[in-house]
DNA sequence: GCGCTAAATGTTTACGTAAACATCGGTGTC
DNA sequence: GACACCGATGTTTACGTAAACATTTAGCGC
């Protein structure tokens, strides 16, 4: 008897729209939708009653509609490269919470390779899936710059990157950086700084190789040649090992504290003493930095910063749509250097 | 003359509508629709003409009317108590590929404290903004479990705990996990097993303690008394410096590798040698765990599988949604342990 | 060639919301 | 007291899509 009543009925509990909200208050859909709206043309009274009745049935704002309607999502979406590193991770960390905070949901792409192809996907894809705008955090790895160019649409906001005029960009300030980091060691008397530098293919890393060179060449140094690592703990070690066995080494300053991690560890199956025999500074200041052994004296890097001022302005391109189009800024998020045990003065040659 | 013209005309691009293609191809609008959704019955010439237009015009589904109409967003939602962990980061990295393999967007929320209510607020935002299911990560903070249930009408998964009988549940295996760690410390001939435990606040670490003990006593050994850290390297340092200084420990199991990195950080301080004094087995396998030094013998996670599963389970009753509500599961993702260079046979007592 | 079937395509409608416009009292101005 | 005006509320409509239903066309058996 019950053989079509087991079929499935009522799958979902239909939620209820403005329309039975307006009946149960025994108003019009217009009203709920001011008061859902938070218009100010309301009565106070016929407002406490509508919002009693969306509690009463539950009511939930249906966000397709309404984006169907007015055309905003209130989502951001966003683009990166890999979820795999830590300055990655943190500037995600610090948009969400930021976009949170704005009343604006955050739509998380992951794209593998960074190509052109790959965004271009991941970029028509949140235009489909409907956002607002998009921020494209392009870690380390290099575009191909000349050709990169989004079809137009949505507003954009480019993290970490040299874009140029074409988007806005939010960067840590890289050649800063390397500059404390190098000026930090020839302050403490070492009379040449070695590098261990990320690989050419990155922005960040070709940053911070110039800045360091330059500051050496400002210092009336000749930069030594320059050891190119790809960002992992193998290539610091590697190049720890080569740099260990060389006596005239007494500083190194690695492009990121997983390198600076690797070549200590070197340093130390050598038999060299971190930082009496040789300094090294790092880049990132990584959770675990100041429990390395020694504690790493780094770089830190200002994810949240540069987190916050991309919604920031990605919701200022947002909000003017349409009318300052061209508006494209750089913003600069400084980087501060901490001090810890893995440099010291070089020892007097003996 | 142009003053009107310079006022704000046509801000957005109107994006071409299905009906802007259907009349550009010669077809109705349902037929567009059809050719969108690859519905089979459509003439192979027509839909070449449709998907001509649409390359033409650019069309783009609108997703706001495709989910106002279909009631399927392609969206799951992601909520996170932070983003600062190393498995949170390979989870949600797992979880946002498979998502897009399945073609499905991610829309992430983190929460900052594990409470009922912030998890409730992220809980109807995520339902107001459109997804189809939730996937909660609760990384290792407890929640008041005896009262955690939320509104229905979404499928929810439910990652690192034991909300139980209520929600599927995704999980690694943290009692294989922490038998490992104990019974290659045993293989190798050590007596004892100290044990520096995460929070007891945390489900993951409680488990990890537990099957230590359990693991101990089948072995026919009294546990110690456990150290109670916070996960931080700051609480490992702590305990290492207490364990470091007592010379009948010679075996050590952190409940993480960042623990087991600061307890390191503290046996060299004290003189102490890793592993020939002391053995250190941590929990994780960060990253750089294979470059700490000594590279340190860990108990792997498989974090992208965590990150399949739930995926996998959750679009299961996304599909099935009204059928099987109560068809929850429990979902174990196994350990393995790692062996490297911080763990070795005690030396025999002189 | 007739009627039948099935495939291809068109037409109508509804999803829930919010803008635009319409209505209806009451209030202040002269 | 007539008029304009304003605030509160109701009515109509359109957003872009896809399901349901309707229509046309081609193929096929007899």
Redesign the interface.
């Known amino acids: 008897m019950a053989t079509t009543e087991g079929a ?1 009925v ?4 239909a ?1 209820p729209s403005m329309g039975d909200v307006a009946r149960h208050a025994g108003v019009s859909s217009q009203t709920v939708s001011r008061v859902s709206n938070g218009h100010s043309n309301v009565d106070a009274a016929t407002r406490a009653r509508v919002i009693e009745s969306m509690r009463a049935l ?1 009511y ?6 309404r ?2 309607r007015s ?1 905003r ?3 951001i979406g966003v683009i990166m490269f ?3 590193t830590f300055g990655n ?2 500037t ?2 610090a948009i ?2 930021e976009a ?1 905070h704005a009343n604006y ?6 794209v593998v390779d960074a190509t052109l192809e790959q965004v271009s996907g991941a970029y ?7 956002v607002d705008g998009v921020i494209i955090v392009f870690e380390a790895h290099l575009l191909d710059n000349a050709e990169f160019t989004l ?3 949505l507003p954009v906001v480019v993290i970490d990157s040299n874009a140029g005029a074409e988007y806005t960009v939010v960067d840590t300030d890289q050649a800063e950086g390397a500059r404390q980091a190098t000026e930090h060691l020839l302050g403490l008397g070492h009379r040449q700084v070695w590098h261990i530098a990320g690989p050419e293919t990155s922005f960040s890393a070709v940053h911070r190789t110039e800045s360091w060179r330059r500051t050496l060449k400002n210092a009336g140094i000749e930069p030594p040649p320059v050891l190119y690592g790809d960002w992992s ?2 290539s ?2 590697r190049h720890g090992l080569t740099l260990g066995r060389r006596d005239d080494v007494t500083a190194i300053f690695a492009a990121n504290d ?1 390198m600076a ?2 070549a ?2 070197a340093l ?1 199956e050598l038999g060299r003493d971190v930082p009496g025999d040789i300094s090294v500074v790092g880049f990132d200041d990584l ?2 930095a ?4 020694p504690p790493l004296t780094t770089i830190r890097q200002d994810f949240g910063e540069v987190g916050r001022q991309a919604i920031q302005q990605l919701l200022r391109k947002v909000d003017d ?3 300052d189009d061209e508006d494209n800024r750089r913003v600069t998020v400084h980087t501060q250097l901490i001090v810890r045990e893995s440099t010291a003065s070089p020892r007097v040659r003996a």
Do not use: C
């Open positions: 499935p009522a799958r979902k509990a939620r539950g939930r704002p249906n966000s397709a509609a984006a169907l055309g999502f209130r989502t890999t979820l795999r991770m943190r995600l960390d969400a919470s949170a949901s955050v739509m998380l792409i992951p028509s894809r949140l235009s489909e899936q409907g079809p137009p649409g703990t193998e610091g070690h997983q991690l690797g200590m560890r130390h959770e675990e100041h429990s390395f052994w749509y349409g009318f």
